[in-house]
């Protein structure tokens, strides 16, 4: 009997599978084109596998890079020491710039390797559900359904009038077959390379020379870097995996406009084995672009030879303040660091008045300016300014467990107060005997024993036109202050802050010694907060 019964549920079930719908097979669709395992890699044939109905192949280039830093200076033109003292800081700089300009143009060359990679179709014959392939049928339903329908008799009382229709519903169904299936493949094929060279090309005399309003000697070849300023000049092979090469050279995080030239056999050639490819990559400039925020041209201090000091040196400590006969929390007095664009800054600020002075003048005779012709400059153009680095320093706890604490945070304005006489100009370390040296006063901040800080410090060149300003300071200059300034987001606090237009900062670790801390019992725990201070009780760490 049971036997019987599920019997009868399978051949019940197969039927309503039919009734309701199930897809007909419509037999084989395939069409067999046979075999091909030629390939267009040389020396290689296509597995029989993936050869059926085979396409004809083709190759594709990958894509690769090669990279080029520049920094300020990057020509590393000799320069005299004793030709520097003897002449005068001024003059020495000039001799300096005059040198750069005269060195040869920035060059390199180099050679990217990428592959090749052959890419074909191929079909397998399988069991498919496709209604463009196999068709589709339609399935037909039968059905009684009761309507009813409201009426209402002679003294207007509703009443259902029912009656039994007949109903037909069809739906479509996609049939299946047997069909052809295509399939992508592809492997690598051979290593070629793309060899290249590129050059920041100098303007001519009558493009860039110290006639013109917006030059400063301290960029001589107009594409010159200044202190803090590095650039990434990447070039590439192909910038995705195509049938022909596209070469192209990105630059990292320009301080300048640029444009690009490509040439060579390399642009835009089609991908094939055994090339001998190259690329000719001329940068120009076409000015500065004073939306970046400053640069970080700080740098941790070094000896006369340019060895960075040891922490010691960097970070003063106060010798610790005696309370009730025991030496009370470690006090972090000053730090000490180098402005390694402080000579550089300095000269743009004075050759900026330099500027509006004899701008001033030509005004004064009814002339305009050099690259205005006869049209005056607006007075925003005429803005001389100086040197006034402001420098942003935050000294922050790193706890083991828990949010890092900010302990202490300022802006440092340039003040003769925190610039600490040094032997700088006797280094033969270029960088070093151009530096200013701060000694920057931390308030004798308290700190804890026995736990890990950090210092950020950060710096702006205010007024300084080739880096974005406060909104307030861009006014001054004569910039366009943009979104960030306008009324709209100052009312939602979203206007230009601080981060905005500080450099990112330089990071200095360091932990506070054991042995600042001598105190017992209560004394030594009353300062305890935070879950991080349990941490430190449990594995060691003092107050």
């Not at 000799?78 to 003897?86: L, V, Y």
């Not at 995996?241 to 690009?260: D, F, H, M, Q, T």
């Not at 470690?330 to 402005?339: G, N, V």
């Not at 080739?466 to 960030?484: R, V």
């Amino acid at each position: 009997m049971k036997l019987f019964t599920l019997f009868f549920i399978f051949i019940f079930t197969q039927g309503l599978e039919q009734a309701l719908g199930e897809d007909v097979y419509t037999g084989i669709k395939c069409v067999d084109r046979g075999v091909d395992v030629t390939s267009v890699c040389q020396g290689r044939s296509i597995p029989v596998a993936y050869a059926r109905n085979k396409s004809k192949g083709h190759l594709e280039c990958t894509g690769n890079t090669d990279h080029y830093i520049r920094t300020h200076f990057s020509s590393k033109t000799a320069f005299d020491i004793g030709d520097a003292s003897s002449m005068g800081y001024d003059a020495a700089r000039s001799l300096q710039v005059e040198m750069q300009k005269d060195s040869p143009d920035i060059k390199w060359e180099g050679t990217i390797p990428y592959q090749t990679v052959e890419v074909w179709s191929y079909q397998l014959c399988e069991l498919v559900v496709d209604r463009s392939a196999c068709g589709y049928h339609i399935d037909t339903t039968t059905y009684e359904e009761e309507q009813c329908e409201t009426k209402y008799d002679e003294e207007g009382n509703p009443y259902d009038d029912c009656k039994m229709v007949t109903v037909e519903e069809s739906v479509e169904h996609t049939n299946s077959c047997h069909d052809d299936v295509t399939y992508n493949k592809s492997w690598d094929c051979s290593h070629e390379r793309m060899t290249y060279d590129a050059y920041f090309k100098k303007p001519s005399e009558s493009e860039w020379n110290p006639g013109m309003k917006d030059y400063f000697w301290v960029l001589p070849n107009k594409y010159d870097l200044l202190p803090g300023e590095m650039e990434d000049i990447q070039v590439y092979s192909n910038t995705s995996r195509s049938r022909s090469l596209s070469p192209k050279v990105e630059i990292g995080n320009a301080w300048n406009k640029y444009s690009v030239f490509l040439s060579g056999s390399a642009n835009g050639a089609a991908c094939r084995q055994n090339s001998d490819y190259h690329l000719s990559a001329r940068i120009e400039t076409d000015g500065r672009d004073p939306s970046k925020q400053a640069p970080n041209a700080l740098r941790l201090p070094t000896d006369l030879e340019g060895n960075q000091l040891d922490q010691s040196q960097i970070l003063v400590w106060n010798s610790g303040v005696k309370k009730q006969n025991v030496i009370e929390k470690a006090f972090l007095d000053k730090i000490r660091l180098e402005d390694t664009s402080a000579a550089t800054i300095k000269v743009i600020s004075q050759q900026s008045r330099e500027n509006a002075a004899r701008e001033e003048a030509k005004r004064e005779q009814g002339k305009g300016g050099d690259s205005f012709g006869d049209e005056k400059p607006d007075e925003g153009e005429l803005k001389s300014f100086f040197k006034n680095t402001h420098i942003m320093v935050r000294l922050i706890e790193d706890p083991i467990y828990g949010w890092p604490d900010e302990v202490w945070s300022s802006q440092i304005y340039t003040d003769a107060n925190v610039l600490e006489i040094d032997n700088n100009l006797l280094s033969q370390d270029k960088t070093k005997y151009e530096s200013d040296t701060w000694l920057i006063d931390l308030d004798d901040v308290a700190l804890r024993p026995n736990r890990n800080y950090r210092v950020e410090i950060s710096m702006y060149q205010k007024g300084i036109p080739f880096y974005k300003q406060s909104c307030e300071d861009a006014k001054e200059i004569g910039q366009e202050t943009g979104f960030g300034c306008s009324g709209f987001a100052k009312f939602f606090k979203a206007g230009r802050k601080p981060k905005h237009y500080f450099s990112k900062p330089i990071v200095l670790n360091f932990k506070t010694p054991k042995d600042y801390d001598n105190r017992e019992g209560f004394k030594a725990t009353k300062f305890y907060n935070a879950p991080d201070s349990f941490f430190h009780m449990l594995f060691g760490g003092g107050n």
